[in-house]
């Protein structure tokens, strides 16, 4: 019989919105949405299949607990009281991987990890009748978040953060994430029957992901994750029938135009190997160019870019240079929409052109900004008279 567990997935700050809709098209019932995460309900089949599925998430946490603790001695009780021996077996490996606090009495992360260790050891040392573990077993590390005192405990059932989906061996010098990648695609309109050019691409991975969302392709279906390990919790049938799914729903025969530039040929050769990697590289075009041969023949096309910022690469001035020039074979692309994520507050002033939406969005500690430049929309195709 299935259990029903409250499941917590982080995500970049700003992203929740398209996170909480890829959990809703999974077929989940959300319980919250705050910053950084959507809590949502779900078996152990929905553990399998947000991992395998969930684009936009950084990971999968199984919610253990939550509660109220202002000193030290209310946060080992309240940890005590759990039923930890629910979930981690009798050899389980278990610690407090990560602890954050944020605006509460208890902030030192490495007291809190100590202590709730301990008092983790307690309570299963009186359910088990035991007075040491071995911890030979598999892995149940614990993320920890207080807020304003109320501490969240939950078990990360993902191991690496899910932005590392296995194809990105080599990266730039200022990379995108996988997942925030994904999750910027997402809040446009784009889909596989339209143009989409990175003419910034570094290691390729907007033009990637942009692939792999036209193909289907989940984007967990060839990488591991530490609960296919809990046979207490998780049977092994379960992550086999969700990667079932995932194979059952790629589209392989999709043509699409996704083209990726760099003036760098050894990005070109990088990205290029990537998208090997990520069975997607007949659906992308690479190619060295400088932003100053930035041009297309067809109409209605997007551009999805991380340009330089100035912040980590590149200079002010350069940047600015770069930014004036992509705005002037911009300007010819007339049919055209650009969407820009920089850290820099003068795109519009060196494009010359006031965005239609501009999103604040968190890169890390970064903070970025989501221009939108949004063209026209294309024609609709007509039909053949239904009579034909």
């Known amino acids: 019989m299935s259990r029903r567990f409250e499941l917590i997935a982080p995500c970049h700050f700003g992203m929740e919105a398209v996170l909480k809709k890829e959990i809703y098209d999974l077929g989940y019932e959300i319980t919250k949405v705050e910053d950084g995460k959507v809590t949502f309900i779900g078996d152990e089949e929905a553990i399998c299949r947000a991992n395998i599925f969930l684009r936009t998430a950084e990971r999968v946490l199984l919610k ?53 260790k301990k008092a983790m050891v307690e309570r299963m040392k009186q359910q088990y009748h035991k ?23 939950g078990l990360d059932t993902s191991g ?50 942009a692939a792999l969302i036209g193909m289907q392709i989940a984007p967990g279906i060839n990488r591991s994750f530490l609960a296919s390990d809990w046979k207490n919790l998780i049977e092994k049938k379960e992550w086999k029938e969700a990667i079932e799914e995932a194979k059952d729903l790629i589209k392989k ?23 090997k990697r990520a069975n997607v590289a007949k659906q992308i075009h690479f190619q060295q160019r400088p932003v100053s041969a930035l041009s297309h023949s067809k109409k209605y096309g997007f551009i999805i870019t991380n340009p330089p910022y100035g912040e980590r690469i590149g200079t002010q001035e350069s940047v600015r240079e770069v930014y004036t020039e992509f705005g002037k074979q911009f300007q010819a692309l007339d049919s055209w929409s650009a969407y820009l994520i920089t850290a820099s507050e003068h795109v519009e002033q060196y494009l010359g052109r006031k965005a239609d939406k501009n999103r604040k969005i968190y890169n890390g500690m970064m903070r970025t900004y989501f221009y939108q430049f949004l063209g026209p929309k294309p024609p609709r195709i007509k039909k053949d008279m239904e009579s034909r």
């Not at 009798?90 to 991987?97: R, Y």
């Not at 530039?261 to 070109?268: G, L, R, S, T, V």
């Open 131 to 153: 007075n040491w573990f071995s911890e030979e077993g598999s892995a149940y590390p614990l993320r920890v978040t207080i807020m304003k005192d109320r501490v969240t405990i």
């Open 64 to 116: 253990v607990g939550e509660f109220k603790a202002e000193t030290f001695d209310e946060l080992f009780e309240a940890t005590k009281a759990l039923p930890w021996e629910t979930y981690i077996p009798e050899d389980g490996k278990f610690w407090v991987a990560k602890a954050t606090s944020i605006k509460s009495k208890l902030f030192s992360p490495s007291d809190i990890q100590s202590i709730m």
């Open 160 to 209: 690496n953060s899910l932005h590392k989906r296995g194809y990105r061996l080599a990266t730039g010098k200022a990379p995108i994430t996988e997942t925030l990648a994904a999750a910027l695609i997402l809040l446009t309109p784009w889909n596989r029957e339209r143009i989409l050019v990175d003419p910034f691409c570094g290691s390729g991975t907007f033009a990637i992901e």
């Open 253 to 275: 025969e999709v043509q699409m135009d996704i083209q990726g530039y760099d003036i760098d040929a050894e990005m070109i050769q990088i990205a290029r190997e990537n998208a």
